[in-house]
Nanobody, 115 residues
Framework: QVQLEESGGGLVQPGGSLRLTCAVS????????MGWYRQPPGKEREMVAG???????YYADSVKGRSTISRDNAKNMVYLEMNSLKPEDTAVYYC?????????WGQGTQVTVSS
């Protein structure tokens, strides 16, 4: 079973930056399209960025131009660098298979953007 562990969140002021990290166990990672999702308080979880197994990227309009997704297949890691953070970016951030899931979710990492 694939296990996912997100880290790198925290409290940041508007305009600040964060780099989120996701460690993925299991051999499925290398051939899987991966995504970062977020769930703001009281709202549904949504995918905000994706990266295919060969590096093609997708961004939701809400983060496009401010975020960069990347992956390291040798380390089974996925990253999301977020810049120019806004209060509306406040959410719990998760990684998983893009447009789907491996069947379970990690605990996520909390990002709070506030002055």
């Amino acid at each position: 079973q694939v296990q996912l562990e997100e880290s790198g969140g925290g409290l940041v002021q508007p305009g600040g930056s964060l780099r989120l990290t996701c460690a993925v166990s299991g051999s499925e990672f290398r051939n899987s399209n991966m995504g970062w999702y977020r769930q703001p308080p009281g709202k549904e979880r949504e995918m905000v960025a994706g990266i295919s197994s060969i590096g093609a990227m997708y961004y939701a309009d809400s983060v496009k131009g401010r975020s960069t997704i990347s992956r390291d297949n040798a380390k089974n890691m996925v990253y999301l660098e977020m810049n120019s953070l806004k209060p509306e970016d406040t959410a719990v951030y998760y990684c998983n298979k893009a447009w789907g899931s491996f069947g379970s979710w990690g605990q996520g990492t909390q990002v709070t953007v506030s002055s």
